[in-house]
């Protein structure tokens, strides 16, 4: 597929590899009207500084009902629909600023601190099962793995039963997938179906019988004297699962097939583990797991790197196109965890900026560091073209299938750490 004809379609590209077609795009200009696969039209920013410029425009809303209310020209309604559609990500200040205040104390460094100790638990749990397979056996390391680890935490956080994890992390699983055919579509709805009311009986729960979660504290939570409705707390619920686990998810298996594209960076990786860190921010930079910014449409003309957007349209902004930009980063195409300091937009900016980002910081770099450590000589199972990247609609969310490993011997998990509670597995 060309430039001219992504342009055309946008979102209808080879999901496995788009950045060769980002850096064509780059090159005709920062700004450029589409066509979505979806069949909306709309303006895709796709250079550093005008994502930087877009992402903090306050003309470009993020309120879905406003935009719905326009008749659909601009944005599908999607799954599971308006009353999912009221929470940080879809509305504007002052509504934003509020329901943000609200949720923030739970992704505080301080409780994020606070939490490390366990997700090392988890992580090590997860290991453990995985070495006590055959080291020579194929393992799919998001089904084992990257999709667990952060799916747990983010069920203990908001005090998701753990009965019904294993049926909640399926359904939002089947939920996610590709809706590009009416089969799709029909088993996308099934899964909305069950994860709507999976989430209004936990909030049920919650509700009788309180307890020291997160989503017990949404209920009871007050700003000015004023409480969440029905509908921004089920909406910022089934907002936290997908962002506290499918991105993180993708993040931690993007990050490994990095590392195996590239043997010079993960072996300099094993041997000075304690540069983690740095890396983590050059995988995101590298391969955001959120390839395009979420929804945004500009309520006045707007312009950005030179080119006016008119009022009503709909803005897509490419956070991995920018983060590929060769005006920003020096050798953009090429992986280097010794770049140094790393301004990305995997994590957006501005007022929306991801608010668990510092929740995924702490989970991949212990994700990351848990496996080298545990499997040094952890190898793909399949040749890196035969990786698909089918987990989500290719624009919001971009996740592997699945990544075959063969783990080799385990060493032993180094910390004394007692059993933690799991989640499912995907």
């Not at 796709?46 to 309120?63: C, F, G, H, M, P």
């Not at 090590?124 to 080291?135: C, N, Q, S």
């Not at 993708?250 to 890396?279: C, D, M, T, W, Y």
């Not at 020096?330 to 929306?352: M, N, Q």
Request: charged share 25%; proline share 7%.
């Amino acid at each position: 597929m060309t430039a001219i004809e992504a342009l055309q379609s946008w979102g209808a590209f080879d999901l496995d590899d788009p950045f060769p077609l980002y850096a064509e795009v780059r090159e005709l200009g920062p700004v450029h009207a589409v066509t979505l696969a979806d069949g909306h039209e709309a303006w895709l920013v796709v250079r550093y500084e005008e994502a930087i410029a877009a992402l903090n425009e306050t003309r470009l809303s993020k309120d879905m009902h406003a935009a719905l209310a326009r008749g659909g020209e601009v944005v599908a309604e999607g799954l599971p629909g308006p009353e999912f559609a009221r929470h940080m990500l879809s509305v504007d200040p002052p509504h934003h600023t509020r329901l943000r205040r609200l949720v923030s104390a739970a992704f505080s460094p301080r409780r994020v601190k606070a939490l490390r100790p366990h997700v090392q638990h988890i992580a090590d749990d997860l290991l453990d099962d995985v070495a006590a397979r055959d080291p020579t056996s194929v393992v799919d390391l998001v089904s084992a793995f990257a999709f667990p680890l952060p799916f747990t935490v983010i069920c203990e956080l908001l005090g998701v039963p753990e009965e019904d994890r294993a049926r909640l992390g399926e359904q939002f699983s089947r939920l996610l997938m590709p809706t590009s055919s009416p089969a799709q579509y029909a088993e996308a709805k099934e899964a909305s179906d069950a994860v709507v009311a999976m989430l209004h009986a936990l909030v049920d729960q919650k509700q009788r019988i309180p307890a020291a979660d997160l989503v017990s504290a949404l209920i009871d939570a007050r700003d000015g004297g004023e409480r969440l409705t029905d509908q921004e707390l089920l909406s910022t619920i089934f907002q936290l699962i997908v962002a506290g686990h499918d991105t993180t998810a993708s993040l931690i298996g993007n990050s490994v097939v990095a590392l195996f594209r590239h043997p010079s960076q993960l072996a300099e990786l094993r041997r000075e583990p304690e540069k983690i860190g740095a890396a983590l921010e050059e995988f995101l930079r590298y391969d955001a797991p959120v390839p395009h910014s979420t929804f945004r449409y500009a309520v006045e003309p707007v312009e950005i790197g030179g080119v006016t957007i008119p009022a009503g349209a709909q803005v897509i902004i490419s956070l991995a196109a920018a983060n590929r930009d060769g005006q920003k980063y020096r050798d953009p195409e090429s992986l280097d965890i010794d770049r140094g300091a790393v301004r990305h937009v995997a994590f957006g900016y501005g007022v929306h900026h991801c608010l668990g980002a510092p929740l995924a910081r702490m989970e991949g770099t212990i994700a990351l560091g848990s496996l080298l450590r545990r499997f040094p000589q952890i190898t793909l199972a399949v040749q890196p073209e035969d990786l698909h990247w089918g987990h989500g609609d290719g624009l919001v969310l971009r996740g592997l299938n699945e990544l075959p490993v063969i783990p080799g011997p385990a060493r032993r998990r180094s910390s004394a750490t007692a059993p933690s509670r799991r989640g499912s597995a995907r």
